[in-house]
Structure formats: structure tokens, C-alpha cells
């Protein structure tokens, strides 16, 4: 693990232009692609504790359907902020690693892990939107996990949902395919075709 200050240095996309999208700019030169996958109305995965189950369960799958030997950036989704704003018990994992690595916890940047770490820390990941403020109802940053040459940002928000965006289209497409199933409602981003439109009627 190592734990790197310069987001902007390490990541694979320009996230200036990454950042525009996100904001609704739509004079980029850079096309990203979206999917947000919610969980649905009838799933059995309506308690915090089962929403998070679920979502473990589908970032793993997606994390092990790339080489082993991947990296693995986590960052504040647009803008960086302190990972640990206040002292607590909570996130005990997180804090664990910082402790073991010699860092503050008021550090701002981006934490890069081999895919084995990655795997060991999602829990608190998926958590860490709506906890790391220690204020109830109040939500701090989503969080960016990105492959370190892919085209591939996963985005974990504080309103449980995960969602991945991708340049290519394609890649995006499959990767939907992949990961769908009963338990979540897939949304497209806009201007993000994913399934082809139904027929037309009779």
C-alpha cells in the first residue's frame, strides 16, 4: 500500500476534463460513459447491513475480473479532502492502516493498493461516504476507486449506489452485462446508451 499526495500525477484520464463531466459540462473533449447500480425495490437487500453485503459481493466480482496483479487508486471523487476529519473509533480498518504506514490521519490524496488489499478494506469503503463525518445524516465525499491503466473509474456515494464510468463504451457495456443481476436496478448515466431500445409494436 502506499499513499500518494498528487491525485492529478498518478491518475490515467485527465481528471480536470473527468471533473467537468461530473459537474454536467458538455463541451468536454473527453467522453465518459456511466452506470449506477441501485438497489432495487425488491430485492431482499433493504437494511444498511444487506445493502452493504450486496454491494461487497459486486465489487468484488467486478475487482476480480481484472489481472490479479492490477492496481488500484482510492480517492475523493472531485475534490481532496482530509481521509480522517476526526478522531473516532469508527473505520477502525482505515485508521488501522494509516497507524501501521506512519501517515496522519488528516491526509489528503489518493491510497493505492494491490488488489488483495483492495478486497480486505471494501467494507469500510462502501461505508465510508456516510460515516467518515461522524455527523448523523450528514454525507462527506464519495470515493473514486480507479484502475491504474484502465479506463475505469467505480464510484462508491453516499446515497448507496455504486457506479462505474469508462471512456469506452464498449468496456462499460460488458462489464454491465457482467455484474446485472436481480438484485440491483441498473441506471445509465446521460448520454449513456446501454441496452439496445425495445422493438417497436406491432
Known amino acids: 500500500m502506499k499513499f500518494i499526495k498528487e491525485v492529478n500525477e498518478i491518475l490515467p484520464f485527465d481528471r480536470e476534463l473527468y471533473i467537468d463531466y461530473l459537474l454536467g459540462e458538455t463541451q468536454s473533449p473527453v467522453v465518459w460513459y456511466g452506470a449506477s447500480f441501485q438497489i432495487s425495490a425488491n430485492s431482499e437487500a433493504q437494511t444498511n447491513v444487506r445493502k452493504t453485503e450486496a454491494y461487497e459481493s459486486l465489487l468484488k466480482t467486478a475487482i476480480l475480473k481484472f489481472d490479479p496483479k492490477s492496481i488500484w487508486m482510492v480517492n475523493h471523487d472531485d475534490k481532496d479532502l482530509k481521509w480522517l476529519p476526526k478522531k473516532g473509533a469508527n473505520l477502525s480498518s482505515l485508521r488501522a492502516l494509516f497507524d501501521q504506514y506512519g501517515v496522519r490521519y488528516e491526509f489528503s490524496g489518493a491510497l493505492i493498493f494491490t488488489q488483495d488489499e483492495l478486497l480486505a478494506i471494501?467494507?469500510?469503503?462502501?461505508?465510508?461516504?456516510?460515516?467518515?463525518?461522524?455527523?448523523?445524516?450528514?454525507?462527506?465525499?464519495?470515493?473514486?476507486?480507479?484502475?491504474?491503466?484502465?479506463?475505469?473509474?467505480?464510484?462508491?456515494?453516499?446515497?448507496?449506489?455504486?457506479?462505474?464510468?469508462?471512456?469506452?463504451?464498449?468496456?462499460?457495456?460488458?462489464?454491465?452485462?457482467?455484474?446485472?443481476?436481480?438484485?440491483?436496478?441498473?441506471?445509465?448515466?446521460?448520454?449513456?446508451?446501454?441496452?439496445?431500445?425495445?422493438?417497436?409494436?406491432?
Open 122 to 202: 471494501f467494507p469500510e469503503l462502501i461505508a465510508y461516504p456516510r460515516v467518515a463525518a461522524q455527523v448523523d445524516g450528514r454525507l462527506y465525499k464519495d470515493l473514486d476507486i480507479t484502475h491504474n491503466t484502465l479506463p475505469l473509474v467505480i464510484k462508491i456515494s453516499g446515497h448507496f449506489n455504486i457506479d462505474f464510468l469508462s471512456t469506452d463504451l464498449s468496456f462499460l457495456k460488458g462489464l454491465v452485462k457482467d455484474l446485472s443481476d436481480e438484485t440491483f436496478d441498473v441506471k445509465a448515466y446521460r448520454g449513456t446508451s446501454l441496452f439496445p431500445p425495445p422493438a417497436p409494436s406491432k
